[in-house]
């Protein structure tokens, strides 16, 4: 009787991660995707990309969590692929970690990112002045389109704080991930 409610315990958790794996890439229906359907061949050949052994996971979380703290939007789903493809990752783990960084959750990232970034330059003996547009005096009012040409010299600072912030959590992400694992594989105490 424990091993059938173990049985149906581990069933309903994979039936659970089915279900939210369902809008991920698949390697029966990685053709359908817009960008990776070019190399749907290259990856439906390679098993590992589908793997969710440990090493496979434990790549994609921390090379997915670092790529989506950078602020390279809109090129992050290649980057992640060719990444799964060298390091051996899961490619639907680390391409489901790029949207953490949504639209909706992009001004604040990309904002610490900046933040974090000046004041490691600073730390560092790196004289990097703030933009204008970040700083609390500027005329909001004032503003025109081709003033947002000058967010382009954040890029440096947000490069440097995102791989910081996103090296740290995935480092966390690491850990946590193996700490759970070991939970998970630990013998459990027999309920009375």
Same mark, same amino acid.
């Given at each position: 009787?424990?091993?059938?409610?173990?049985?149906?315990?581990?069933?309903?958790?994979?039936?659970?991660?089915?279900?939210?794996?369902?809008?991920?890439?698949?390697?029966?229906?990685?053709?359908?995707?817009?960008?990776?359907?070019?190399?749907?061949?290259?990856?439906?050949?390679?098993?590992?990309?589908?793997?969710?052994?440990?090493?496979?996971? =434990?790549?994609? $979380?921390?090379?997915?969590?670092?790529?989506?703290?950078?602020? #390279? !939007?809109?090129? /992050?789903? @290649?980057? =992640?692929?060719? $990444?799964?493809?060298?390091?051996?990752?899961?490619?639907?783990? #680390? !391409?489901?970690? /790029?949207? @953490?960084?949504?639209?909706?959750?992009?001004?604040?990232?990309?904002?610490?990112?900046?933040? #974090?970034?000046?004041?490691?330059?600073?730390?560092?003996?790196?004289?990097?002045?703030?933009?204008?547009?970040?700083?609390?005096?500027?005329?909001?009012?004032?503003?025109?389109?081709?003033?947002?040409?000058?967010?382009?010299?954040?890029?440096?600072?947000?490069?440097?704080?995102?791989?910081?912030?996103?090296?740290?959590?995935?480092?966390?992400?690491?850990?946590?991930?193996?700490?759970?694992?070991?939970?998970?594989?630990?013998?459990?105490?027999?309920?009375?």
């Amino acid at each position: 009787m424990d091993d059938q409610s173990e049985k149906e315990a581990r069933f309903r958790r994979i039936r659970r991660l089915k279900k939210w794996m369902r809008p991920l890439p698949r390697r029966s229906n990685i053709h359908r995707y817009p960008v990776l359907k070019w190399f749907a061949k290259t990856a439906y050949d390679r098993s590992y990309l589908w793997s969710f052994k440990g090493n496979a996971m =434990v790549q994609a $979380l921390f090379w997915g969590i670092w790529i989506a703290m950078l602020p #390279i !939007v809109g090129i /992050q789903m @290649i980057v =992640v692929f060719f $990444l799964a493809l060298i390091v051996r990752a899961n490619l639907p783990l #680390i !391409v489901a970690l /790029q949207w @953490i960084s949504n639209p909706l959750t992009m001004a604040p990232i990309y904002f610490a990112d900046y933040e #974090i970034g000046l004041l490691i330059l600073e730390l560092f003996g790196v004289d990097y002045g703030r933009n204008k547009l970040l700083t609390a005096e500027f005329d909001w009012s004032g503003m025109e389109f081709a003033d947002l040409w000058e967010l382009v010299d954040t890029f440096p600072p947000m490069m440097v704080g995102g791989s910081v912030v996103g090296i740290s959590l995935g480092v966390l992400a690491v850990f946590l991930y193996k700490a759970m694992a070991k939970l998970y594989k630990s013998p459990t105490t027999k309920r009375q």
